[in-house]
């Protein structure tokens, strides 16, 4: 078996978690909400439930949570998406950065009613082992990381930004100011902007 380098274990950990595969929507929209397929309790015992249909990472799913719980611990507790990670807890750090309609959020900001009949596309519908998204492939190029814990949050505000850009400008050549503001929300423990901006 061939020995591990760092760009092989990069390589693996960027596409990890990628199980939840984007699915295209239907010819007339998103594809319908099914019934109710789970149940998620939330942090206040007896709050009150709400019914949330939304589509996370392309599949159409309906859920009763609590009004008071946040996007964040829906992911990570009820959905077992844990590539979204929490940091600060404050919209601070951009850890636990998602996509809502297309736009960067901090998932631990947001309650979960507030993504009711809309799309949420986490890290783990980018990309998956052996079939990177160009970002997560640029960033192994780069080692534009170290102990990892912030890189879902830029690979995914990264996207929102190339996606923009490409649809404002119909260039993917922005300027190295430019990608530094677009990464203001976020930090990395271990100092690899230089990486992160490469």
């Known amino acids: 078996m061939p020995a591990s380098t760092r760009r092989s274990f990069l390589t693996s950990v960027l596409g990890t ?3 939840v595969v984007l699915v295209p929507d239907a ?5 319908a909400v099914p019934a109710e397929s789970t149940a998620a309790t939330g942090p206040i015992e007896n709050a009150p439930a709400h019914q949330v249909t939304t589509w996370l990472n392309g599949a159409a799913i309906s859920a009763k949570v609590t009004g008071d719980e946040t996007v964040l611990n829906w992911l990570r507790n009820d959905r077992g998406l844990t590539g979204t990670k929490e940091g600060c807890g404050h919209g ?5 950065t ?4 297309g736009k960067s959020a901090c998932a631990c900001l947001l309650p979960i009613t507030a993504l ?7 890290i783990e519908s980018f990309g998956a082992p052996g079939k990177l998204h160009p970002v997560q492939r640029a960033f ?9 814990y912030c890189t879902p949050g830029f690979v995914t505000e990264a996207i929102a930004f190339y996606a923009q850009w490409r649809a404002d400008r119909g260039t993917d050549t922005p ?8 990464f203001a929300g976020h930090l990395c ?7 992160i901006y490469a």
Do not use: M
């Open 116 to 122: 009711h009949q809309k799309k949420i596309d986490t």
């Open 189 to 195: 423990r271990c100092g690899a902007y230089e990486q």
């Open 17 to 19: 978690g990628a199980a």
């Open 92 to 96: 601070a750090c951009g850890a636990c």
């Open 140 to 148: 192994t190029a780069h080692d534009a990381l170290q102990c990892g």
């Open 27 to 31: 010819a007339a929209g998103l594809p």
């Open 175 to 182: 300027s190295r100011d430019e990608i530094s503001s677009a």
């Open 98 to 101: 998602v996509l809502v309609e």
